[in-house]
């Protein structure tokens, strides 16, 4: 029973660098999510999709893009990575019905330096 | 702006103690409450959620108690155990909005052999 699975789960970057992380569902889960976890802030929603080929702005948007081209799988990308966005991102998905349904991935950490 | 704020920051408790880790919320149209578990190098699990209809759920060792009026909710931990050394987060959603979570800053629970 995967779940939701990240990948990679970690990696370092160099400052302007460009990465993408690759978030995947077997639950047949509608919408999905991307989360970024820092100390003392809790997590903070970065993007989300509410279905296939659909893609909206979190709380934290800036520097981030993503896609879902397929339903199952949820991208987000750093098109130049800056030290700032050093955090422990989390993927997660839910059913329709409601916010009891929602799964989180394992987490990718990523370091920009 | 933190829309749910979270205390304490970190709570240290002896085995067979009480633990309790509070949340305000500012927005009143959010309807689902949650509380999640966080182990280390894992992501968050729901751990137990309240809706606004009820002021207290309980569910083994662990009960929210839930103040609509003043905009408050709380987890407590009767019995607590070593295991359940983790860090808690409660957060907030509206059904209506695609199930985003908004979340606490997060609360590292020790509890003391």
């Known amino acids: 029973n995967a779940g939701v699975t990240q990948t990679p789960k970690f990696r370092v970057l160099k400052t302007g660098q460009s990465m993408t992380l690759l978030c995947a569902q077997d639950?047949?889960?509608?919408?999905m999510y991307w989360y970024r976890q820092d100390p003392g802030m809790g997590l903070r929603l970065i993007h989300y999709?509410?279905?296939?080929?659909?893609?909206a702005k979190g709380e934290v948007p800036d520097g981030y893009n993503v896609s879902r081209l397929k339903k199952q799988n949820f991208l987000l990308g750093l098109e130049s990575a800056a030290p700032s966005q050093t955090s422990v991102y989390f993927c997660?998905?839910?059913?329709?019905?409601?916010?009891?349904?929602?799964?989180f991935g394992e987490g990718s950490w990523l370091t920009v330096v | 702006q933190q829309q749910v704020k979270q205390s304490p920051q970190s709570l240290i408790v002896q085995k067979g103690g009480i633990s309790i880790i509070n949340c305000a919320y500012e927005?009143?149209?959010?309807?689902?409450f949650p509380w999640y578990q966080q182990f280390p190098g894992k992501g968050p699990a729901l751990l137990i959620a309240?809706?606004?209809?009820?002021s207290e759920k309980k569910e083994g060792r662990f009960t929210i108690s839930f103040n609509k009026s003043a905009k408050q909710f709380s987890l407590h931990i009767m019995d607590s155990q070593p295991g359940d050394s983790a860090t808690y987060f409660c957060?907030?959603?509206?059904?209506?909005?695609?199930?985003?979570?908004?979340f606490g800053e997060g609360t590292q629970l020790t509890v003391n052999p």
């Open positions: 309240i809706r606004p209809d009820v």
């Open positions: 957060a907030a959603s509206k059904e209506t909005s695609g199930s985003r979570l908004t």
């Open positions: 999709s509410v279905g296939e080929g659909t893609t």
């Open positions: 639950m047949n889960h509608e919408y």
């Open positions: 997660a998905s839910s059913s329709w019905t409601g916010a009891n349904t929602i799964y």
């Open positions: 927005n009143t149209a959010f309807d689902y």
